[in-house]
């Protein structure tokens, strides 16, 4: 039996919940699970906000445990291993997208609690292909929100070849943000954070960022007109998105990982005459994970997290929703 907490109805209360898993299914891992992250989109899972929740619902997709069980099949990992999981639970490992290794791109993946029980439990399960050993050198209670938020901005430094030459931006200095300017900075880039907290500039600059924009400040933008070869975009709200293109150099890119609620409005204009593009990425692939993994133990990259007790997870989840968590939460079991 696994022991979880779930909510009954969208928006409700998590509880302690016990379900059978059943027989471990072949090329299937179970995992028990030491810490998990919170992500926002465990919230929005919750409250049903994309209407394809299912409950009893249990959240936790930012899983970091050990190896408990292997199903038939799984021969590369070991029973003990550490080892992480993130957004997906499963792809189909046959279509032209995971057989190309772009398995994020499966057009029949699971989400780890889309249909399926997460990781607010002590086990959760998975298919062994998106079980992600985790290597030395890895802090594992910070290493949770690398397998959502972390790959989230370190794919697309892989996915356009950023270079360590490159002046980046990075709008947004929180969860995923936060992550984003470690990575950039351990990468090599120039980088430039913005926020419209003032406040953050102190510790975006201790993170690694050599230049803070304030974004309510006037002719903010103005002034970094055509200095960015990439901005990456992590908020979920609407900005003047023509002020950010005019800040890319030519060939730059204005690049999304958090999804804006409103269509975003440009003119063609500015990205004909430079060159420029605009673009967003999901998640990343098992081996990107591995790859985000190895340059965060060789760099000494950690998420800044709060760490709350598995058992006081509604207050947790009360913590994220305030806004306040800095920069990411674990649950400990
Ligand atoms: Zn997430
Ligand atoms: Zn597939």
Redo the contacts with the bound molecule.
Sequence with gaps: MINAYATQKPGGKLEPFTYDPGDLAPGDVEIDIQYCGLCHSDLSMLKNDWQISEYPFVPGHEVVGTVAAKGHGVHHLEVGQPVGLGWFGA?????????AGH?NL????QGLIVGRHGGFADKVRAHAGWVIPLPAGVNPESAGPLFCGGITVFNPIVQFDVRPTDRVGVIGIGGLGHMAVKFLDAWGCHVSAFSTSSEKEEEALSMGADHFVNTRSDGALEAVANSFDLILSTVNADLDWRAYINALRPRGRLHFVGAVPGPVAFDLFPLLMGQKSISATPLGSPATTARMLQFSARHGIEPVIETFPMSRVNEAMEHLHSGKARYRIVLKN
């Design positions: 792809s189909c490992m046959t279509c032209e997208w995971c057989t398995h499966c057009q029949n993946s």
